[in-house]
T-cell receptor, first 114, second 112 residues
Framework: AQSVTQLGSHVSVSEGALVLLRCNYS??????LFWYVQYPNQGLQLLLK??????LVKGINGFEAEFKKSETSFHLTKPSAHMSDAAEYFC????????????FGKGTMLLVSP | EAQVTQNPRYLITVTGKKLTVTCSQN?????MSWYRQDPGLGLRQIYY???????DKGDVPEGYKVSRKEKRNFPLILESPSPNQTSLYFC???????????FGSGTRLTVV
């Protein structure tokens, strides 16, 4: 069985500060890991994904995440927050790239202040 | 444009009145799935389908039905909606190959 834990339901940062959103997973098989973003009143947009290969994954809008197997983590970072980054972020895990259940964390709301 | 289309976007209905939320994808994806999103709970899977005529329960299937008669369509049926089914619903589709899942824009359902 898979599960995802996102530490912190809300994270507040100032514009220009580092963004760090934490995600830990459990999986009985090598995981495929995803980060999605949801802007208010919109659907989910894929930020980035890890399948195999390089453990540092770069996504859209300047975000990146690093897969650390020993820590079962896939934390999302961005060096400098922008007001437009304010949204809810979901970490998710599946057993393969797109042919099995995608299990989500409960989400982290990112608040960006001027 | 590759997309997953859900209808309606918003729906208010009364307890017990059967309703269907439609989902259609134009990417020839084999895998389709329904999720509900509730505050503080994230997204939870209701049902999924790995191909035509193949469906299975997710984590929260009670009170829902699905069908997969065609590859592109995966409607969600609430035979007798209840207020605890008030939620935001998302349809998603995917294929093998590492491209991830494509989500629809969501259907906000209110059952009064």
């Amino acid at each position: 069985a898979q599960s995802v834990t996102q530490l912190g339901s809300h994270v507040s940062v100032s514009e220009g500060a580092l963004v760090l959103l934490r995600c830990n997973y459990s999986s009985s098989v090598p995981p495929y890991l995803f980060w999605y973003v949801q802007y208010p009143n919109q659907g989910l947009q894929l930020l980035l994904k890890y399948t195999t290969g390089a453990t540092l994954v770069k996504g859209i809008n300047g975000f990146e995440a690093e897969f650390k197997k020993s820590e079962t983590s896939f934390h999302l970072t961005k060096p400098s927050a922008h007001m437009s980054d304010a949204a809810e972020y979901f970490c998710a895990v599946s057993e393969n790239s797109g042919y099995s259940t995608l299990t989500f964390g409960k989400g982290t709301m990112l608040l960006v202040s001027p | 444009e590759a997309q997953v289309t859900q209808n309606p976007r918003y729906l208010i209905t009364v307890t017990g009145k059967k309703l269907t939320v439609t989902c259609s994808q134009n990417m020839n994806h084999e895998y389709m799935s329904w999720y509900r999103q509730d505050p503080g709970l994230g997204l939870r899977q209701i049902y999924y389908s790995m191909n035509v005529e193949v469906t299975d329960k997710g984590d929260v299937p009670e009170g829902y039905k699905v069908s997969r008669k065609e590859k592109r369509n995966f409607p969600l049926i609430l035979e007798s909606p209840s207020p605890n089914q008030t939620s935001l619903y998302f349809c998603a589709s995917s294929n093998q190959g590492g491209h991830g899942y494509t989500f629809g824009s969501g259907t906000r359902l209110t059952v009064v």
